[in-house]
C-alpha cells in the first residue's frame, strides 16, 4: 500500500519503520526532520500525501493534528483515509473527521495504548472510530503495527475509549501508591503487601502487572529508578482529556478530576516531570497527612 506517515516521534517512528518493513511503499514527513528506517523522506506533509491511499498521522496534541488535517485533505487522492493514531480530545477528532469526510475520504480516530515498547514491536492496542469500510482498509496496518485493534463506533469512539481508560489507569495508580505509603506506614512488609493485594479484590493492572514498588511483583520502571515507561506528563495529558471530555458531556468524574489534580502538581510543582508517571509512590511515601 502507498502510505504517507505525518510525525516520526517516540512512537511514529518505530511504527512507520515497521509498515516499511512489512513491505508498504512509506513516504514520511516531520516538522523537526525526524525521519524512520525504511521511510522515504518527502519535503513537506502536502508532497508526502499526494498519491496515498492511506495517510496516518502520530501527533503530540488536536491543535496540531487540526492544523496538519487542514493543509493535507485537499492534497489526499479521492477515496484515501486519514488515519489519526494520536491521543487527541473527543472534539477534534470527530471535527478531523467530518472535514475529511466532506472532502470523499475515509477517517478513523485510531489512538493506541502500548507506549514506545509496543510501538516498536508492533504489539500496540489500538481503540478505533470512523466507519467501517475505513477500517476494513485499515486493518491490514493495525495488524502489523499492533496486535490487537477494537472497532468502538462511530468518530471520536475511541479517543473516548482511550481517555476512558487512562483515567482509570491514573485513579488506579494514585490509589496503589497512596495505599503502599499507609502500609509502610502501618508497619506491612511490601512483599506482604503485593501478595495480598495482587490475588484479592484491590488487584488492578497497576498493582498487578506494573507495581509502582520497587523489588516486588514484575519487573517495572520502579525497578529502574522510575525512568519512564509512561511519563507522568503524558498520563496529566490524557486526565485533561478526559476532564475536558466530562465537562463537555455533563459526566461527573470525581476520581478523574482529582488525578488530574495530583498529576499536575507532581508535574509542575513538585519533581514529577521526566519521571515515569507510577514514581506518585515515592511523592506519597515522603509525605506525611
Ligand atoms: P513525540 O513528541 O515524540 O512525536 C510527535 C512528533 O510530531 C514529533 O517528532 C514532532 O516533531 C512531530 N510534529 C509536531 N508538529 C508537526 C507538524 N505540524 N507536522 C509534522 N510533524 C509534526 O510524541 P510521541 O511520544 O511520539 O506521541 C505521539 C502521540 O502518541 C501523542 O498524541 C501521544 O499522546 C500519543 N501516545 C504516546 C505514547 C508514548 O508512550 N509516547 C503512548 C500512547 C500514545
Not at 154 to 166: D, H, L, R, V, Y
Not at 233 to 259: H, I, N, S, Y
Request: charged residues 15%; proline residues 6%.
Amino acid at each position: 500500500m502507498k502510505i504517507a506517515f505525518i510525525g516520526l516521534g517516540n512512537m511514529g517512528a518505530p511504527m512507520a519503520a515497521n509498515l516499511a518493513a512489512a513491505g508498504h511503499d512509506i513516504a514520511g514527513f516531520d516538522v523537526a526532520g525526524a525521519s524512520a528506517p525504511g521511510v522515504a523522506p518527502a519535503p513537506s506533509a502536502v508532497e508526502a500525501v499526494r498519491g496515498a491511499e492511506v495517510v496516518i498521522t502520530m501527533l503530540p496534541n488536536g491543535a496540531i493534528l487540526r492544523a496538519v488535517a487542514a493543509e493535507v485533505i485537499p492534497a489526499m487522492s479521492s477515496g484515501a483515509v486519514l488515519l489519526d493514531c494520536s491521543t487527541v480530545d473527543v472534539q477534534s477528532a470527530r471535527e478531523v473527521a467530518e472535514q475529511a469526510q466532506a472532502a470523499g475520504l475515509g477517517a478513523l480516530d485510531a489512538p493506541v495504548s502500548g507506549g514506545i515498547g509496543g510501538a516498536a514491536a508492533g504489539t500496540l492496542t489500538f481503540m478505533v472510530g470512523g466507519g467501517d469500510a475505513a477500517f476494513a482498509t485499515a486493518r491490514p496496518l493495525f495488524e502489523i503495527m499492533g496486535q490487537k485493534a477494537v472497532h468502538c463506533g462511530p468518530s471520536g469512539n475511541g479517543q473516548a475509549a482511550k481517555i476512558c481508560n487512562n483515567m482509570i489507569l491514573g485513579v488506579t495508580m494514585i490509589a496503589t501508591c497512596e495505599a503502599f505509603a499507609l502500609a509502610d506506614k502501618l508497619g506491612l512488609s511490601r512483599a506482604a503487601m503485593f501478595d495480598v493485594v495482587s490475588t484479592s479484590s484491590g488487584y488492578s493492572w497497576s498493582m498487578n502487572a506494573y507495581c509502582p514498588a520497587p523489588g516486588v511483583g514484575p519487573t517495572s520502571p520502579a525497578d529502574n529508578g522510575y525512568k519512564p515507561g509512561f511519563a507522568a506528563e503524558l498520563m496529566l495529558k490524557d486526565l485533561g482529556l478526559a476532564q475536558q471530555a466530562a465537562e463537555a458531556a455533563d459526566a461527573d468524574t470525581p476520581m478523574g478530576a482529582r488525578a488530574l489534580e495530583l498529576y499536575r502538581t507532581f508535574v509542575e510543582d513538585e519533581s514529577g516531570r521526566g519521571k515515569d508517571f507510577s514514581a506518585m509512590l515515592p511523592r506519597f511515601e515522603t509525605r506525611g497527612r
